[in-house]
C-alpha cells in the first residue's frame, strides 16, 4: 500500500500566538477550534510532529481529519486564517425564482383592480393569473404569499 502524502505546516510566532489566542479564548465556533488545535500540533516550527493518528488522538478527531487540515493549510499557501475558517459559498445551490422583477411585476399585479367577476384578489387567483403571464415563472400561492407579506403588501 503506498504511503499518504504528507502535508506539514510550518507556522510563524504570530500565526502561533493568533491560534493560541483562538483555542484559549473559546469565542469561536467548535470547528474552529478544533482545526486551530490540529494545526498547533502539527507545527514543524515548535519541535517534532507526531504521527496523524497520535495528532487526532490528541486532539479528538480522526486522522482523515488530520489530513484533511494539514491539506488545506498548504493549498491556501500556509494562510492560517483561511485554514481554519469555514469557507464561504460562491453562489447559493439553488438559483432564486423571485428577482426583484418578479417580486416587482407581482406587487403591481396584487395592487390593481382585480378581475372581472371578482371582488378582490386572493393567492391562489393571483397564482392563476400569474400562470397566464409569460415574463413571470410559475409561482406556488405560498410563494406569492411570501413576497407579499415581505413587501407588506396587503390584498383587499
Same mark, same amino acid.
Given at each position: 500500500?503506498?504511503?499518504s502524502k504528507?502535508?506539514t505546516?510550518c507556522l510563524?510566532? #504570530?500565526?502561533? %500566538?493568533?491560534?493560541?489566542?483562538i *483555542?484559549? +479564548? /473559546?469565542?469561536?465556533?467548535?470547528?474552529? =477550534? @478544533?482545526?486551530?488545535?490540529?494545526?498547533?500540533?502539527?507545527d514543524?516550527?515548535a519541535?517534532p510532529?507526531?504521527?496523524?493518528?497520535?495528532?487526532?488522538?490528541?486532539?479528538?478527531?480522526?486522522t482523515? #481529519?488530520?489530513a %484533511?487540515?494539514?491539506?488545506?493549510? *498548504?493549498? +491556501? /499557501?500556509?494562510?492560517?486564517?483561511a485554514? =481554519? @475558517?469555514r469557507?464561504k459559498?460562491?453562489?447559493?445551490?439553488?438559483?432564486?425564482?423571485?428577482?426583484?422583477?418578479?417580486e416587482?411585476?407581482l406587487?403591481?399585479?396584487?395592487?390593481?383592480?382585480?378581475p372581472e367577476g371578482?371582488?378582490?384578489?386572493?393567492?391562489?387567483?393571483?397564482?392563476k393569473?400569474?400562470a397566464?403571464?409569460d415574463d413571470?415563472?410559475d409561482l406556488d400561492h405560498?410563494?406569492?404569499?411570501?413576497?407579499?407579506k415581505?413587501?407588506?403588501c396587503?390584498?383587499?
Amino acid at each position: 500500500m503506498p504511503k499518504s502524502k504528507v502535508f506539514t505546516a510550518c507556522l510563524s510566532s #504570530t500565526d502561533r %500566538a493568533a491560534l493560541l489566542k483562538i *483555542v484559549t +479564548t /473559546g469565542e469561536h465556533p467548535a470547528r474552529m =477550534i @478544533t482545526r486551530a488545535r490540529v494545526l498547533l500540533e502539527m507545527d514543524e516550527n515548535a519541535g517534532p510532529i507526531a504521527e496523524r493518528a497520535v495528532i487526532g488522538a490528541r486532539v479528538g478527531v480522526s486522522t482523515t #481529519t488530520v489530513a %484533511a487540515v494539514a491539506k488545506r493549510f *498548504v493549498e +491556501t /499557501g500556509g494562510d492560517v486564517e483561511a485554514t =481554519i @475558517t469555514r469557507k464561504k459559498r460562491a453562489s447559493p445551490p439553488v438559483a432564486p425564482i423571485v428577482t426583484g422583477e418578479v417580486e416587482a411585476r407581482l406587487v403591481k399585479m396584487a395592487c390593481s383592480a382585480p378581475p372581472e367577476g371578482y371582488d378582490r384578489w386572493s393567492l391562489r387567483l393571483l397564482e392563476k393569473h400569474v400562470a397566464l403571464v409569460d415574463d413571470i415563472p410559475d409561482l406556488d400561492h405560498s410563494t406569492i404569499g411570501r413576497v407579499l407579506k415581505k413587501r407588506n403588501c396587503v390584498l383587499i
